[in-house]
């Protein structure tokens, strides 16, 4: 019937906005401010013999909860690259980052590298820059590649926001590949990537299964 058509059709488009934009408030209760910002970034530092380089766009939003030392950050559908939607906790107290692919619907969890990650109050001052509109870095991409190491059967002991964003998924510990002695790169490991931002960077990390 019409009518069945027509709540079918507002429960995919209600679907779509879950996946595309403010993802994080179905594992976070919500914030009075929701911070969005917009990036664009070249795939390589190189350009010096390229005349235009051609720069792709990046969004994001993120709700930095200052008191707890903690960014949560949600990484849409990307429009023009080959990565997945995201759902990122960054908590400062606890050294950690966490990814949420919700393509896989698996958890990730690595120590915070905070050579590309600023600290709350600095990413705060960044994104309200970024929300000006006449604030549009342009930078390249990072690369990064981990590498799954074991699975975690226990995330209550990763904190409460971790906890709450990776509880009842399958969550798995990552070391960086370049920090693996010996590990040597096989030619069918399936990897998947996020590309996300927390600095005047635009990271991409892909995570294989070792």
Do not use: W
Not at 68 to 96: C, G, K, M, T, Y
Not at 119 to 134: C, E, Q, R
Not at 151 to 167: A, K, M, N, P, W
Request: hydrophobic share 40%; with cysteine.
């Amino acid at each position: 019937t019409l009518f069945r058509s027509t709540l079918l059709g507002l429960a995919f488009i209600l679907a779509g906005l879950i996946v595309g934009g403010a993802c994080i408030y179905k594992y976070f209760m919500p914030k009075q401010k929701l911070y969005h910002g917009e990036m664009r970034y070249i795939e390589s530092p190189n350009t010096e013999h390229i005349a235009e380089p051609y720069f792709l766009p990046i969004a994001e939003d993120v709700d930095i909860r200052e008191a707890d030392n903690v960014e949560i950050i949600d990484v849409p559908v990307p429009n023009f690259s080959d990565s997945d939607p995201a759902a990122i906790v960054h908590d400062f107290d606890r050294l950690l980052t966490a990814y949420l692919d919700l393509q896989l619907r698996k958890c990730y969890v690595i120590a915070l590298n905070t050579s590309i990650v600023m600290p709350p109050k600095n990413l705060m001052d960044l994104f309200v820059k970024l929300a000006t509109g006449s604030y549009l870095p342009q930078t390249y991409l990072v690369q990064e590649e981990m590498v799954v190491t074991e699975e975690i059967d226990d995330v209550s002991e990763l904190g409460i926001y971790i906890y709450q964003l990776c509880t009842g998924k399958e969550t798995f510990r990552l070391q960086r590949r370049d920090q693996i002695i010996g590990l040597q790169k096989r030619s069918a490991e399936e990897c998947h990537s996020i590309t996300h931002f927390a600095s005047e960077y635009v990271v991409k990390t892909r995570i294989c299964q070792g």
